[in-house]
Every structure is written in structure tokens, then in C-alpha cells.
């Protein structure tokens, strides 16, 4: 009521013409006074949605939000008395930008590649009921108020065993390829918050889980640990950092670790756990330093291999551990970790280990974390923990187990009414397990019990990390590899004796899954890659560790298949940071500004330091579709059915109400229109339908009988190319680097001779075989 429209050449529906008469509708409101008239007429040019032209709608709302207006005491100098008026903000737009990226997927299928065939549940998890009122104290008070030694002084003198959980990161990681959206995370958090608050920490962040934010589910990380941390103000946070790698697989230079985790802290993080895939101490004690700085508690964490109990084992023996954890201790720690990232820890082995660093170490936390690939991980978490373990990571019944840590209800129920009993209440374990369970139907195309029914003790044999595990095999059915995972597993076992049997964690299990996979896509043995060394294109990754890039291993690097594949290749020599020049940050944050405008926020500078092409991918994507994570997780992966309503809430108070109509006929232009009724109103989308214009371009394959033709080792997308027609090139030259699913392949040059041409150019995706280029 009070508003009035005066049509001019505009009407609901209107196509305008490029000759448009420049007044499209006046609009009129009146009210009881004038800033209720002011107040109607801004909500009424708020609710206007015309497309392809300007208008003056952004002009006139800051008009009408100028208190001298509202006033009614204007003159003919208001304009040019009030310059801030032509501060215009730009709508979000995000009704057409989501309808847009529905549109996308509805054409072109899931904009996260989705491993199997199995489908999204469509049915949402209920939450479970929290009681009103703010949540009970946790340890995070006697953290806030007694500082780290504080509350390492605490959990030490505890009662009981604690227990860490880590449905939040690890369990969905190590089972869903860390695939689960903070949208799932937030509406289950208030119910732990209230029920879990006895719980040593929650781990919720770090690891794969920050790139994987950007990279696949197209969220802020940081925005993630912002929310969470609103949500569950009582219990101690905790994320894993790769010591001098941050959230990275490589190194940084020193200054870009501090300042990450000085805005971890600021954003409500609390303990960080700290490893090195290489259990190399110079990249430990930097990431120590560096979260300590930043006022956290200081987790060391002794990455985990081989079997302690074994004799036979004898390059990571029980001596060995306990020098590497006198050093953690000697650099400052607060806690000391044992992590068994693949589950090789063996009951006898677990309390061999354990019970050597208390008696070592009696006033030192001990925490234990292990996965449950074989089956055996509740029995080495119990073993751990009557040796003198004060805390062990478990998930929730239904995302534990497997490639997962072992289950919380049977640690809570196990310990019941002992020495050990942990305090949480088993009826909320139970209703947490519930919500998971519908939950982890969301993320079944991920779910690795797509191909692995039960836990396998052949984990002992290949020692696939657990939170690698469905990584690599999402990786391998992206490489056409699906049906030969088995074929993977073994390699990997092949790999690691190749590169010298390494400690495996990220980045060094990718590192030995990329050669894996290499070796399966390109049918070779551990023989043959050792004796061809020297003419073949490695994957990226494990010609930089060979290099040095991530730090020295345990034993050195293997000789000589490291002299083979590097040639004349620089190496670096000692800790990898040190040589590199500290980050400028102020130029950065001023190049993304002029990229991206003045909303980059500090946290956004920090995820450009991390992931250079990952957070610009992640903007181009959030310009185009807008956010995203208002939109159900089914809708969200595979996009609405024809003919399906739903409704999507952009804040509390704006909810769309969408059905999806129908999608044109392929136009000439490789275009779709896909139409939508948006609040009773049609709406269409022009969408580029990338599959149909792929089956309508061919791309040759290379002749492996012609010498001079290059062509693709594994399915990718061309990342960067090396070389120009008419340019000589050497034997073993780089041509080009291709990338599938974070592992980079730099293709080398099989001949010398010239350019003679090339096929491909960036961001074209690729065949296996594809033709690359061809040499003279």
C-alpha cells in the first residue's frame, strides 16, 4: 500500500531496446509523514529487478537514507553538498546468480565432480533438539583464562580419559573426501555445543579441509571456522597445520605461516596440531613457533609408521621416536602427539609407545590418534590410553570406523564406570550418530563405502593414509582409474619403496600417490620406473620432493633414481622456507583489490598466500553464481529435477521460492535457455552447455608410432604451456604441465628436435592420449 507506478517503456517482463527511453517507471509513495514515505519508497526500489541496463535505483536509496533529506531541509545544493551520495553500491544480485548456477548444473552436470553413480539423499537430516540458553563452561574457559601451560596443566591432572572429536574434519576427510559443507557443519553444532561440552576439543579445520572449501564446495574457509566458532563458543577448537607447509603441499616463505596462524587464532582457532610429512625437524619447529606466537596451545605431532613391536622394522624403531620426541619437547611443546595417520598402530604396539614417552615424559600430555582401516582401532586407543594417554581422536558411530577414527560411543561405553570413563552422556552420542547417519546420505557419490564395505587389514601391507584413502580414489576415477584401484593400492606399495619408504602424510602420501597412479596409468612396474628414470614425465610432485622442496626424509633420498630424474635440476638444500623471500603483503592485498575491489578482506589475502589459483578460480566462480551455500547439499551437487519446488533462504527473512519449468533445445550458439519460475515469475537462463560443445569438437590422438607426436600421459587440464612453434628443444625439455585433481604432470620433451606444433591451449581439458604437440 502507497506506492504508485507511473509506466513509461517498462512493464513486467520487458525486453528493453538499446534506444530505451531513459525514464523506464516512476515511482511514487506516500505515507502518513515523510520518512514513512522514504521508508516505502526504498523498499520498493529495493524490489525492482532489471537486467542489462543502469539505473538510478542506487542513487536514489542513498538519497533517501540521508538524514538531511529524511528531514525535508533540502536546497538546490543537497547534490553537490553531499558527494557521498554517488558512493553506489552494486546489487548482489543473488536470485539470478543462483538461478544461474542452477542453471549450470541442471546443463552441465555437478560443478563438483561427483566419483560414482550414487545419488545424493533427498532427504535432509533432522537436528537433533537443544535446550535454551547458552551452552555449559568446557575446557575452552580454563584455555581463555589460564593460557596455553595452563590448560595443558589442566588435561594432564584430568580425570578420566578426554577425547577429541573429529566428525568435523577427519572422520568426513578420511570417509566423504572432506566433502561436507559447512551448511551440514552449522546446523548440528549448537546440539554439540550442549551436549559434548567434557569433549578435550573439536577438530574442525586445517588439512585438506581449506583448499577442498574453495576448490570443490566453493566456500571461504575462513567464513567456516567464523560461524562454527559463534556456534560452539565452550569447546576448545583444533585444526591440523603442516608445519612449515600451513594448509599447503609446499613450503612458504616464514612470514606467510606466522601471520596464517596469528589469523587462525584471531578467528577463534585454539589448539594446532603440528606435523611434517617427513617428521623433518626444522619444518616442525617452525610451525611450533609460529602457532605459538600466535598465542595457541602447541600440539607436536610424531607422524606415525612401520610397527614399533616388530623387530624386524628397522628404520622407525621405538628409538627413534623417542628421539624425535625429545626434540618437541626441547622446542616447547604443550602436548605431544602420536599420529598414526593409516592405522598401523597395533594394540602392543600402542602401549610399547605410549607407555616409553610417559615414563620419559610424566608431566607432558600425551594424545593419540589413529584410523580404523584394519578394525583394530578401538583396541589400540584403549591400549593407548591404560598406558597413559590423557586424550584420542574419535568420530561419531556412523562416521567412524573404516578409513575413519574409531567410534566415540564404543570408547564412551567401553570406559563407563572405570578409570577411564570420558563423562559424555551416550544417549547424546546416540543422537548424534543419528543426525550423521541421515547426514552422510547427502555425500553418498563420496561415501567410500561405495567400494569398501568393511575395514581391510591390507592397510598394513600398503599403509594408505586413512584420510587419503578415498581421495585417491576419487583422484582415480577421475583418471579413468576407477576400476583399477586395486592395481593403485599395490603400486603405492611400489612407490614408497621407490622413493626411499617414507613417512606418509600429507604432502608426502600425495607425493607417493601420484607416482601410483602414474605408474598405473602408464602400466609400469617398480622396475620399469626405476630403469627408465630418466626419460620419464613424473608427475610435478615427485620431482619437487626429489628436489627438496618439502624437506629431507628419514634415511635421505634414494639413490640413484633421485640423480636419474633430476639431471641438471636445481636442489635445495636444507629447510625448504629459509631460502624463500618473505612474503609482501601489502602488495598482494592491493593487486586483489584491483582484481576483485575493496571487499577482499585480510583473511582473503591469506587464501591467495595459500592457493594462488584455487582462491581465484573460487572468485570467478563466487562473481558468476554468487554464494552458494544456501542452497540445500542435494541441490547443491546435482541440481533441482524438472518440474521440482523447493525454496532457498538467503537470510533470515529473504527466502526464494524456485520451481524449475524446463530446458530449451541446444541454440546455435552452444547455448541452452533453462527456464524457472522465481516467486511466481518467469525467469530463463542462457547456459552454455560445455558438454555438447566437447562432443562436437574432436581432439586427435597422438600416433605412438610417430616419434615426434606428444601426447597427454593422463586425463587433465593444461595448466601451462612451455613451448612455441618453431622453438628447439632438448631431450627431457618441459613442453607443457597438465593437472587432474591437485596432482600436476610436467610433460618432458621425448625427443630433441623443433616445435613443430601445438594442439592445446590453457584450461583445455584433456584425454588421456590427446594429441599435445609434435616435434620435428
Same mark, same amino acid.
Given at each position: 500500500?502507497?506506492?504508485?507506478?507511473?509506466s513509461?517503456?517498462?512493464f513486467?517482463?520487458?525486453?528493453i531496446?538499446?534506444?530505451?527511453?531513459?525514464? =523506464?517507471?516512476?515511482?511514487?509513495?506516500?505515507?502518513?509523514?515523510?520518512?514513512?514515505?522514504? +521508508?516505502?519508497?526504498?523498499?520498493?526500489?529495493?524490489e525492482?529487478?532489471?537486467?542489462?541496463?543502469?539505473?538510478n535505483?542506487?542513487?536514489?536509496?542513498?538519497?533517501?537514507?540521508?538524514?538531511?533529506?529524511?528531514?525535508?531541509?533540502?536546497?538546490?545544493?543537497?547534490?553537490?553538498?553531499?558527494?557521498?551520495?554517488?558512493?553506489?553500491?552494486?546489487?548482489?544480485?543473488?536470485?539470478?546468480?543462483?538461478?544461474?548456477?542452477?542453471?549450470?548444473?541442471?546443463?552441465?552436470?555437478?560443478?563438483?565432480?561427483?566419483?560414482?553413480?550414487?545419488?545424493?539423499?533427498?532427504?535432509?537430516?533432522?537436528?537433533?533438539?537443544?535446550?535454551?540458553?547458552?551452552?555449559?563452561?568446557?575446557?575452552?574457559?580454563?584455555?581463555?583464562?589460564?593460557?596455553?601451560?595452563?590448560?595443558?596443566r589442566?588435561?594432564?591432572?584430568?580425570?578420566?580419559?578426554?577425547?577429541?572429536?573429529?566428525t568435523?574434519?577427519?572422520?568426513?576427510?578420511?570417509?566423504?573426501?572432506?566433502?561436507?559443507?559447512?551448511?551440514d557443519?552449522?546446523?548440528?553444532?549448537?546440539?554439540?555445543?550442549?551436549?559434548?561440552?567434557?569433549?578435550?576439543?573439536?577438530?574442525?579445520?586445517?588439512?585438506?579441509?581449506?583448499?577442498?572449501?574453495?576448490?570443490?564446495?566453493?566456500?571461504?574457509?575462513?567464513?567456516?571456522?567464523?560461524?562454527?566458532?559463534?556456534?560452539?563458543?565452550?569447546?576448545?577448537?583444533?585444526?591440523?597445520?603442516r608445519?612449515a607447509?600451513?594448509?599447503?603441499?609446499?613450503?612458504?616463505?616464514?612470514?606467510?605461516?606466522?601471520?596464517?596462524?596469528?589469523?587462525?587464532?584471531?578467528?577463534g582457532?585454539d589448539?594446532f596440531?603440528?606435523?611434517?610429512?617427513?617428521?623433518?625437524?626444522?619444518?616442525?619447529?617452525?610451525?611450533?613457533?609460529?602457532?605459538?606466537?600466535?598465542?595457541?596451545? &602447541?600440539?607436536?605431532?610424531?607422524?606415525?609408521?612401520?610397527?614399533?613391536?616388530?623387530?624386524?622394522?628397522?628404520?622407525?624403531?621405538?628409538?627413534?621416536?623417542?628421539?624425535?620426541a625429545?626434540?618437541?619437547?626441547?622446542?616447547?611443546?604443550?602436548?605431544?602427539?602420536?599420529?598414526? #595417520?593409516?592405522?598401523?598402530?597395533?594394540?602392543?604396539?600402542?602401549?610399547?609407545?605410549?607407555?616409553?614417552?610417559?615414563?620419559?615424559f610424566?608431566?607432558?600430555?600425551?594424545?593419540?590418534?589413529?584410523?580404523?582401516?584394519?578394525?583394530?582401532?578401538?583396541?589400540?586407543?584403549?591400549?593407548?590410553?591404560?598406558?597413559?594417554?590423557?586424550?584420542?581422536?574419535?568420530a561419531?558411530?556412523?562416521?567412524?570406523?573404516?578409513?575413519?577414527?574409531?567410534?566415540m560411543?564404543? #570408547?564412551?561405553?567401553?570406559?563407563?564406570?572405570?578409570?577411564?570413563?570420558?563423562g559424555?552422556?551416550?544417549?547424546?552420542?546416540?543422537?548424534?550418530?543419528?543426525?550423521?547417519?541421515?547426514?552422510r546420505?547427502?555425500?553418498?557419490?563420496?561415501?567410500?563405502?561405495?567400494?569398501?564395505?568393511? *575395514?581391510?587389514?591390507?592397510?598394513?601391507?600398503?599403509?594408505?593414509?586413512?584420510?587419503?584413502?578415498?581421495?585417491?580414489?576419487?583422484?582415480?576415477? +577421475?583418471? *579413468?582409474?576407477?576400476?583399477?584401484?586395486?592395481?593403485?593400492?599395490?603400486?603405492?606399495?611400489?612407490?614408497?619403496?621407490i =622413493?626411499?619408504d617414507?613417512?606418509?602424510?600429507?604432502?608426502?602420501?600425495?607425493i607417493?600417490?601420484?607416482?601410483a597412479?602414474?605408474?598405473?596409468?602408464?602400466?609400469? +612396474?617398480?622396475?620399469?620406473?626405476?630403469?627408465?628414470?630418466?626419460?620419464?614425465?613424473?608427475?610435478?610432485?615427485?620431482?619437487?620432493?626429489?628436489?627438496?622442496?618439502?624437506?629431507?626424509?628419514?634415511?635421505?633420498?634414494?639413490?640413484?633414481?633421485?640423480?636419474?630424474?633430476?639431471?641438471?635440476?636445481?636442489?635445495?638444500?636444507g629447510?625448504?622456507?629459509?631460502?624463500?623471500?618473505?612474503?609482501?603483503?601489502?602488495?598482494?592485498?592491493?593487486?586483489?583489490? +584491483?582484481?576483485?575491489?575493496?571487499?577482499?578482506?585480510?583473511?582473503?589475502? =591469506?587464501?591467495?598466500a #595459500?592457493?594462488?589459483?584455487?582462491?581465484?578460480?573460487?572468485?570467478?566462480?563466487?562473481?558468476?553464481?554468487?554464494?552458494?551455500?544456501?542452497?540445500?547439499?542435494?541441490?547443491?551437487?546435482?541440481?533441482?529435477?524438472?518440474?521440482?519446488?523447493?525454496?532457498?533462504? =538467503?537470510?533470515r527473512?529473504?527466502?526464494?521460492?524456485?520451481?524449475?519449468?524446463?530446458?530449451?533445445?541446444?541454440?546455435? *550458439?552452444?547455448?541452452?535457455?533453462?527456464?524457472?519460475?522465481?516467486?511466481?515469475?518467469?525467469?530463463?537462463?542462457? &547456459?552454455?552447455?560445455?558438454?555438447?560443445?566437447?562432443?562436437?569438437?574432436?581432439?586427435?590422438?597422438?600416433?605412438?608410432?610417430?616419434?615426434?607426436?606428444?601426447?597427454?600421459? #593422463?586425463?587433465?587440464?593444461?595448466?601451462?604451456?612451455?613451448?612455441?612453434?618453431?622453438?628447439?628443444?632438448?631431450?627431457?625439455?618441459?613442453?607443457?604441465?597438465?593437472?587432474?585433481?591437485?596432482?600436476?604432470?610436467?610433460?618432458?620433451s621425448?625427443?630433441?628436435?623443433?616445435?613443430?606444433?601445438?594442439?592445446?591451449?590453457?584450461?583445455?581439458s584433456?584425454?588421456?592420449?590427446?594429441?599435445?604437440?609434435?616435434?620435428?
Amino acid at each position: 500500500m502507497g506506492i504508485r507506478l507511473d509506466s513509461a517503456s517498462a512493464f513486467q517482463g520487458a525486453v528493453i531496446s538499446p534506444h530505451y527511453d531513459s525514464l =523506464l517507471v516512476k515511482v511514487i509513495a506516500h505515507g502518513k509523514d515523510h520518512p514513512t514515505a522514504a +521508508s516505502k519508497l526504498s523498499r520498493a526500489l529495493a524490489e525492482f529487478r532489471i537486467r542489462g541496463v543502469k539505473t538510478n535505483i542506487p542513487f536514489l536509496q542513498n538519497v533517501l537514507s540521508n538524514g538531511q533529506f529524511l528531514r525535508g531541509t533540502v536546497d538546490t545544493q543537497f547534490i553537490d553538498e553531499h558527494p557521498e551520495l554517488f558512493n553506489l553500491r552494486p546489487g548482489q544480485n543473488r536470485a539470478q546468480k543462483l538461478l544461474h548456477y542452477l542453471g549450470h548444473v541442471m546443463v552441465n552436470g555437478p560443478t563438483t565432480p561427483l566419483p560414482v553413480k550414487a545419488r545424493p539423499s533427498p532427504v535432509d537430516p533432522v537436528e537433533p533438539t537443544v535446550p535454551m540458553g547458552p551452552p555449559p563452561s568446557g575446557l575452552r574457559e580454563v584455555l581463555l583464562r589460564e593460557g596455553p601451560e595452563g590448560f595443558a596443566r589442566a588435561v594432564r591432572e584430568h580425570r578420566g580419559l578426554l577425547l577429541m572429536d573429529t566428525t568435523f574434519r577427519d572422520a568426513h576427510q578420511s570417509l566423504l573426501a572432506t566433502r561436507v559443507r559447512t551448511r551440514d557443519l552449522k546446523r548440528v553444532a549448537p546440539f554439540v555445543a550442549h551436549s559434548f561440552s567434557r569433549l578435550f576439543s573439536i577438530e574442525n579445520w586445517g588439512g585438506a579441509t581449506f583448499d577442498v572449501a574453495m576448490r570443490f564446495l566453493y566456500e571461504c574457509p575462513w567464513q567456516r571456522l567464523q560461524e562454527l566458532r559463534e556456534l560452539i563458543p565452550n569447546i576448545p577448537f583444533q585444526m591440523l597445520l603442516r608445519g612449515a607447509n600451513a594448509v599447503g603441499y609446499t613450503n612458504y616463505p616464514d612470514n606467510a605461516v606466522f601471520r596464517f596462524c596469528e589469523a587462525a587464532k584471531e578467528n577463534g582457532m585454539d589448539i594446532f596440531r603440528v606435523f611434517d610429512s617427513l617428521n623433518y625437524l626444522p619444518n616442525m619447529v617452525l610451525g611450533m613457533e609460529a602457532a605459538g606466537r600466535a598465542g595457541g596451545v &602447541v600440539e607436536a605431532a610424531i607422524s606415525y609408521t612401520g610397527d614399533v613391536a616388530d623387530p624386524s622394522r628397522t628404520k622407525y624403531t621405538l628409538n627413534y621416536y623417542l628421539q624425535l620426541a625429545d626434540q618437541l619437547v626441547k622446542a616447547g611443546t604443550h602436548i605431544l602427539c602420536i599420529k598414526d #595417520m593409516a592405522g598401523l598402530l597395533k594394540p602392543q604396539a600402542s602401549e610399547l609407545l605410549v607407555g616409553a614417552l610417559r615414563a620419559r615424559f610424566p608431566t607432558l600430555p600425551l594424545h593419540v590418534h589413529t584410523h580404523d582401516t584394519s578394525g583394530a582401532g578401538v583396541a589400540a586407543l584403549l591400549a593407548a590410553a591404560n598406558a597413559g594417554a590423557d586424550v584420542v581422536d574419535v568420530a561419531v558411530d556412523a562416521m567412524s570406523g573404516m578409513t575413519s577414527q574409531p567410534s566415540m560411543g564404543a #570408547m564412551v561405553a567401553c570406559t563407563r564406570g572405570t578409570a577411564l570413563d570420558t563423562g559424555l552422556p551416550l544417549e547424546r552420542v546416540f543422537d548424534y550418530s543419528e543426525y550423521w547417519e541421515a547426514a552422510r546420505g547427502l555425500y553418498a557419490p563420496f561415501d567410500c563405502t561405495a567400494t569398501m564395505k568393511s *575395514g581391510n587389514a591390507d592397510v598394513y601391507e600398503n599403509e594408505i593414509p586413512g584420510g587419503q584413502y578415498t581421495n585417491l580414489h576419487f583422484q582415480a576415477h +577421475s583418471m *579413468g582409474l576407477g576400476n583399477k584401484f586395486k592395481q593403485v593400492k599395490k603400486a603405492y606399495v611400489e612407490a614408497n619403496q621407490i =622413493l626411499g619408504d617414507l613417512i606418509k602424510v600429507t604432502p608426502s602420501s600425495k607425493i607417493v600417490g601420484d607416482l601410483a597412479q602414474f605408474m598405473v596409468q602408464n602400466g609400469l +612396474s617398480r622396475a620399469d620406473v626405476e630403469a627408465q628414470a630418466e626419460d620419464l614425465s613424473f608427475p610435478l610432485s615427485v620431482v619437487e620432493f626429489l628436489q627438496g622442496h618439502i624437506g629431507i626424509p628419514h634415511g635421505g633420498f634414494p639413490e640413484p633414481f633421485r640423480s636419474k630424474v633430476l639431471k641438471d635440476l636445481p636442489r635445495v638444500e636444507g629447510r625448504p622456507g629459509a631460502s624463500l623471500a618473505p612474503l609482501d603483503f601489502e602488495a598482494l592485498e592491493a593487486e586483489l583489490r +584491483s582484481r576483485h575491489g575493496d571487499d577482499i578482506t585480510p583473511e582473503d589475502v =591469506l587464501s591467495a598466500a #595459500m592457493y594462488p589459483q584455487v582462491f581465484e578460480e573460487f572468485k570467478a566462480f563466487t562473481a558468476a553464481f554468487g554464494p552458494v551455500e544456501c542452497l540445500d547439499t542435494r541441490l547443491f551437487l546435482e541440481g533441482p529435477k524438472i518440474a521440482e519446488e523447493f525454496e532457498v533462504e =538467503l537470510e533470515r527473512g529473504k527466502t526464494l521460492h524456485i520451481k524449475a519449468l524446463a530446458l530449451g533445445d541446444l541454440a546455435r *550458439g552452444g547455448q541452452r535457455e533453462v527456464f524457472f519460475e522465481l516467486n511466481g515469475q518467469l525467469r530463463s537462463i542462457l &547456459v552454455k552447455d560445455t558438454r555438447a560443445m566437447k562432443e562436437m569438437h574432436f581432439h586427435p590422438k597422438a600416433l605412438k608410432d610417430v616419434k615426434g607426436q606428444v601426447g597427454a600421459p #593422463m586425463p587433465g587440464k593444461v595448466v601451462d604451456i612451455k613451448v612455441a612453434p618453431g622453438q628447439v628443444v632438448a631431450k627431457g625439455q618441459p613442453l607443457c604441465v597438465l593437472s587432474a585433481m591437485k596432482m600436476e604432470t610436467v610433460v618432458n620433451s621425448p625427443v630433441a628436435g623443433t616445435v613443430k606444433a601445438v594442439h592445446v591451449q590453457p584450461d583445455m581439458s584433456l584425454e588421456g592420449d590427446d594429441l599435445i604437440l609434435e616435434i620435428e
